[in-house]
């Protein structure tokens, strides 16, 4: 049997990298999936490439009332919400702290954090009448450890770690789970977006992004491999499904084991250097 056969989930974000994987594998595994985003055209096209099981809805996280019409739409046209994906979000800034722009902190935590505390909010709605569902919250490296993106960016994600926790022991007792997956470094048009390349443009040279991230990640990363949209969707699978019925308040590092320490090979290397320096 398909890990979501019966399923209906909604998808944020899903008009592109992540989220539009994520979208894919939950068709794939049987679940009727809404997809949403900003974008009509390109979510439009998504949920007819995945046909009958799939449908988009336009929808700014960041806006109470575009989040509250894509659940009603999930739940008036499938009777029902089991799974919510949080994933929906764009790129940080790079400013220092004292530059910076107070508004466009704002911003970031408005699309990051308080756009998955109204996913939360509504999805959570119609799971606790059900009394059951589980919502994923896409979260990241840069949650963890500062320094990998944009302050704000990093402050939002940090926030969103915390907020799946304090929602998983809010809801934990109507049966509905929430948890998290954060990537590491995924070749996806959020890199170029952040650079000012147009959306689409930015989405189309996804892989041009993956040699930077070669050089960039070969001290840093212990498994030096590309991490892909398909990993990430692996993850959202698992804790969408069954079989992470009693998983809640967690989060899973999809990096690579950036979070976890340096690669051992580095560290040795320094270490033999002090070792010179010293003897
Ligand atoms: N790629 C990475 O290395 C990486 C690492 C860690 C975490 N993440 C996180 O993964 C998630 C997906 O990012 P991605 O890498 O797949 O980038 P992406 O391809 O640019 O996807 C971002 C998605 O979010 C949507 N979005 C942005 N702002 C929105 C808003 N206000 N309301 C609704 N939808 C909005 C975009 O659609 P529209 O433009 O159509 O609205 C798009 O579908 C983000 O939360 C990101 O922070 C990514």
Known sequence: MKSLEGKVAVVTGATSGIGARIAELFVAEGARVVLAGRREREGEERAAALGSSASFVRCDVSVEA??????GHAVERHGRLDVMVNNAGGPGNMASVTDFDAEVFARTLSVHVTGVMLGIKHAGRQMVAQGSGSIVNVASLAGKIAGWSGLDYSTAKAAVLHLTRCAAIDLGE???????????????????KGAGVEA??????????????????????????TISTDDI??????????????????????????????????????RERIRGLLS
């Open 174 to 192: 109507h049966g509905v789970r929430v948890n998290s997956v954060s990537p590491g470094f995924v070749p996806t048009g959020i890199f170029a």
């Open 66 to 71: 575009d989040v509250e019409a894509l659940v």
């Open 233 to 270: 969707a692996a993850a959202a699978l698992w804790f969408a499904s069954d079989a992470s019925r009693l998983v809640t308040g967690q989060d899973v590092g999809v990096d690579g084991g950036v979070s976890a320490g340096r690669p051992a090979s580095v560290s040795r290397a320094d």
């Open 200 to 225: 689409s443009a930015a989405d189309a040279s996804a892989d041009s992004a993956v040699a930077v991230f070669e050089t960039l990640m070969k001290d840093s990363q212990p498994i030096f491999r």
